[in-house]
């Protein structure tokens, strides 16, 4: 058991409070939990009550740590239970915010290989079997990237990963400029025929220019 005889917020942030008991410091956690739970100086907290406050606590830095990791960018599944498990969140922990990620539909591979589908092609127009990859990578499932990725056009894609980077190369010969933009496009996994395709159009379309 032990007595509340302190509740302090931070002075950098008040999101943070710390819990004194018996006029030693106990913890820290989110000032949301303390309110949540009712803290209050003068309060008796029993031993099952200290270790429900713990669980509580920890299942909030663990709830927390998901949504910082969601701020930067879409997640999968695979890669939110793997960062909470670099944290040595306990399993218990990792599944319960797992599942409330879900409800907040924060969480959805179907949604997050979309996303990442969109992202390349919007940005780094790659090949089907690349992404493919990254999403294996990502830890999502094959059924789910099948239904997301399966209509993806290569040689649609290869085109335009092949604009900018022709640009560059429109001043020099054809061989060069062939050979250039022909290892440029494999290494976004694009295979032969949507890179002899892409680069014939794209040759063509300068030469139409000058």
């Known amino acids: 058991m032990g007595k509340i005889t302190a509740l302090r917020t931070s002075k950098r942030t008040n999101k943070r409070a710390s819990l004194f008991l018996d006029g030693k410091f106990a913890m820290s956690m ?3 939990v303390a309110v949540k739970e009712g803290l209050k100086i003068g309060q008796e ?15 909030s830095t663990c709830l927390n740590v998901a949504y910082r ?34 409800e907040q539909n924060l ?18 127009p ?8 990254e999403l294996k990578r990502k ?14 056009d290569d040689h649609d894609s290869a085109y335009r990963a092949a604009l900018s980077k022709a640009k ?12 250039r933009l022909g290892d440029y496009l494999k290494r976004r996994g694009f295979g032969y025929s949507a890179i002899n395709q892409t680069i ?10 000058r």
Not at 115 to 123: A, D, Q, T, V, Y
């Open 30 to 32: 989110d000032t949301g």
């Open 45 to 59: 907290l029993s031993t099952d009550q200290l270790e429900a406050l713990t669980k509580n606590i920890g299942l």
């Open 69 to 102: 990791y969601l701020s930067h960018r879409p997640r999968s599944e695979s890669e939110i239970r793997e960062r909470l498990q670099q944290r040595n969140f306990e399993d218990s922990q990792i599944e319960i915010v797992i599942n409330k990620l879900k």
């Open 107 to 124: 969480l959805d591979d179907t949604a997050f290989a979309k996303f990442w589908k969109e992202n390349r092609e919007s940005f780094r």
């Open 126 to 133: 790659t090949s089907q079997r690349l992404i493919r990859l």
């Open 139 to 152: 830890g999502v499932a094959d059924e789910t990237i099948d239904n997301v990725v399966s209509q993806m």
């Open 168 to 179: 560059h190369l429109s001043h020099q010969e054809y061989e060069t400029f062939r050979r």
């Open 200 to 209: 014939k159009r794209v040759w063509q379309e300068l030469a139409d220019q």
